[in-house]
């Protein structure tokens, strides 16, 4: 029998067909191992350096990452990779005085809140801004909008609680309490999605700044259904917090602090939590029982108060 092998397109072929007639145009220069590694040697280093500059790239057919070099010749700037097939040379930049003239305005950063939270293992497959990525912003698009597209991803259930300050109060409270607080006024309705919100003018909550918290404003209290299921991450401490699963959490992890959703994190991560903070009053009372009451149905279950049969 004939064994038949199915052959996984990569998209390369597709492209050459595409840009034939412009590659018919442009006569590709072809350069060997020996003046790639040439190349490679004299190259500077770092994004944007001056020409040739060695850096990064991907094989357009094995989409593996491998080295290349930027180099200029007749005008142009050109990118050869060296691919396990052999050499690639590809346009990089139609005109080299062109490329020169835009250089002035590189800017060499590490990028500091990234999209991707790993360290290039998978590149290509799960591309976006990753550690590894230098290169700064080059065409930003900014979407105007007087209506919020409910694309935010800090997702509560009612009754979760946190710490928010109301004018000068400071206080622990559930969303559904800090909700009753406002007229929801607001009405959005995009792709299937329903919510509303409210634009409150005296509501602050505690954000993390160069390891410190610190309190912001809160610009707008969006509420909406939720129908998928919700995460519910327990610390040593004995803290229980449930949000959807896109909530992003501040993690401490290889002496950096990065940000992971809640559907990424793993037993043994360090979170990030506040650990004590400055209120403009001071505590004069607890009412232990009213607390106990707010606590998770598997909490209670853990207290014995003498004389009390039944905390709710």
């Not at 991803?153 to 710490?163: G, K, S, T």
């Not at 037993?267 to 009372?285: H, K, M, P, R």
């Amino acid at each position: 029998m004939e064994e038949i092998t199915e052959e996984v397109p990569s998209g390369e072929r597709e492209f050459d067909e595409l840009t034939k007639r412009v590659r018919d145009l442009i006569e590709y220069p072809e350069i060997s191992e020996e003046e790639f590694h040439e190349l490679l040697t004299k190259a500077s280093r770092g994004y944007g350096g001056a020409l040739p500059h060695r850096t990064w790239s991907l094989c357009p057919e094995t989409r593996k990452v491998v080295p290349a070099v930027v180099w200029e010749k007749d005008g142009k700037v050109w990118i050869t990779k060296k691919c396990p097939e052999g050499m690639i040379t590809d346009v990089y930049y139609e005109d080299a005085e062109m490329y020169k003239h835009f250089e002035k305005w590189r800017y060499d950063f590490k990028i500091k809140s990234y999209n991707v939270e790993n360290t290039g293992v998978n590149c290509p497959f799960d591309c976006g801004l990753c550690p590894r990525h230098r290169s700064h912003t080059n065409l930003l698009n900014i979407v105007l909008t007087n209506r919020c597209n409910l694309s935010c991803w800090y997702c509560f259930p009612p009754n979760e609680e946190a710490v928010f300050k109301f004018g000068n109060l400071v206080k622990l409270a559930t969303f559904e309490e800090v909700a009753r607080a406002f007229q929801f006024e607001h009405k959005v309705e995009i792709d299937g999605f329903k919510g509303e919100y409210s634009v409150p003018q005296n509501l602050y909550v505690l954000t993390f700044t160069n390891g410190k918290a610190e309190w912001t404003k809160v610009t707008k209290f969006l509420r909406r259904k939720h129908e998928g299921k919700l995460k519910v991450i327990k610390t040593r401490t004995g803290r229980a917090i449930r949000t959807t699963p896109e909530h992003k959490f501040f993690v401490y992890e290889n002496e950096e602090i990065v940000k992971k959703r809640a559907d990424e994190l793993s037993s043994g991560d360090e979170l990030i939590l506040l650990w004590n903070f400055q209120a403009d009053e001071s505590l004069t009372e607890i009412d232990l029982l009213e607390v106990f009451k707010e606590l998770p149905q598997e909490e209670k279950e853990k207290i014995y108060v003498r004389g009390i049969k039944n905390l709710d």
